[in-house]
């Protein structure tokens, strides 16, 4: 593992990892503990390189905060980062983040106002368009491809997400579950200023926020009542300073009357002299079953038929797609301009017409029907080069997302658990032995008629495709850390279904 603690240092040791490596940035102010270390665990299962940044940072203190107070250990965080297979730290001093001794304001990225009016922003101004300006100094440095950031901190995720779509950066940004002691209480290096017994009260927090949720899942909307549950539980339980509890959008930020889609439901209060924050986000939908895993493990044929089980949409990624296929082979740009591919597809109009009871699903480009074109071979050869291109997966990705915003969807492929349903309700990873992989598309090839298959190229082959899928730049095969491992060999298609569907009957 290397430390730098300047931006030549890092930049010259990164121009040397970026070809055909991913890089993964985890920004921090140190004091790491449980949380980061999530954050750290997930970016070393995504990417190739997993740069740490340590930077306490001057512009997101107030005058009367505890900048001067807050934890700096940089030697134990550089052993818990090496430990955790990190491979860059990076440590600069103020000085060389351009904040200088003198505090001449440097230049400074301003968040929307209406996304610091609520929560936090009020009671820590300037804080916001501090963390906004370090962190893209902090993608422009590093350059990363993705860079993971904690949900506890829900308003800071909120905004620089905003601020990469608006500055049209070039990253993408994933936000990780809250991490918790056995308590409940949220990991934070705040907690370090708490004495034992205040520790104690501080589980006041979370027993609010679940009480809100308890209303929540009862099928109370209105946020006035959900916010008087947190604070009922809150002031029952301990004498903690309440600053403030909200229910907002969890990505406008706005304050909500009733919770329609999703809520934000967040608190900050005082434990003795220590500030602390928590959140929990509420959604209305149905729930969404992810199933990931490799070629020819029957993901496909699984996923249909446990979406008819559960009377959940079926969501074929594949023909989303082929569909794209189509449209770049029906354009005629070769496929190796990619330029001339990514603008085609950023223009273009994708609609998903799930099935029903007389019709499979359809798939729409531009208005026209291609359901029926998108099977051919010449089609078939185009889908994957085609969609490891960024523009195509982004495109794709997105759509996804806006289609299984109310939930209610079942969707296979190598990384809807990871990447496009990262908070599905259910996550399977739906795998199986080579060799019994090979046996099934023997099978497959037989009952066409073509018995002169060997079933040992047929196991190279598919070792081969286990290897460019798991070594992809883009969206690369990865079982993600809360998705259940179903091997499936020895096993019929009822029987996995059926596995399947009573694992997701015991989640929700």
Known sequence: MRLFKTVAGLRTYLASK??????????????????????????????????????????????????GQYPRQLETDAQLCEQSGVKAIFAPTPEEMGINGTFEQPTEVMPPPTMISSLCGPFRQGH???????????????????????????????????????????????????????????????????SPEEKKEAIALYQGLKAGKQAFMAGERHSNVLIACVKDKITSYSPITLQYVECVHPQTLQPLDTIEEAGLLAIAAYVGSTRLIDNVILRVRKPIIA????????????????????????LDT???????????????????????????VSQADLKFIPSSDDQPPQVMINGENVTKMIRTPQITALVSPIS???????????????????GGVVAEGRDIGTNVFPDAEVKIFLTASVQERARRRLRDFQSQGQ?????QQLER??????????????????????????????????QVVSKIVHLCQLTY
């Not at 018995?451 to 079933?455: E, G, K, L, R």
């Open 18 to 67: 970026k070809d055909k490596q991913t890089i993964g940035l985890v920004p921090t102010m140190g004091a790491l503990h449980q949380g980061h270390l999530s954050l750290i665990n997930r970016a070393m299962a995504e990417v190739d390189v997993v740069v740490v940044s340590i930077f306490v940072n001057p512009l997101q203190f107030a005058p009367h905060e505890d900048l």
């Open 128 to 194: 916001f368009q501090g963390v906004a300006t370090i962190v893209t100094k902090l993608l422009n440095i590093i350059s990363p491809d993705v860079a993971y950031f904690g949900e506890k901190d829900a308003q800071q995720l909120a905004i620089i997400r905003q601020l990469v779509k608006d500055l049209n950066l070039p990253v993408v940004i994933k936000g990780c579950p809250i991490i918790r002691e056995p308590s409940g209480l949220a990991y934070s290096s705040r907690n370090q200023y708490l």
């Open 388 to 406: 490891a291109y960024a523009a195509v997966r982004e495109k794709l990705v997105n759509y996804q997302q806006k289609l299984g915003k109310f």
């Open 291 to 314: 199933i990931d895993g490799p070629a020819g493990a029957g993901k496909s044929t699984v996923t249909r038929r446990v979406a008819k089980a559960l009377n959940l949409t079926y």
């Open 451 to 455: 018995d002169n298959i060997d079933i």
């Open 318 to 344: 594949g023909a989303m797609y082929r569909g794209i296929a189509w449209l770049v082979f029906n354009s005629g740009i070769p496929v190796e301009d990619e330029s001339a591919i990514a603008e085609l």
């Open 461 to 494: 082959d598919i070792e081969q495709r286990d290897y460019q899928d798991t070594h992809r730049t883009l969206a690369p095969l990865l079982k993600a850390n809360d998705a259940i491992k179903l091997n499936t060999d020895g096993l019929t298609i009822e």
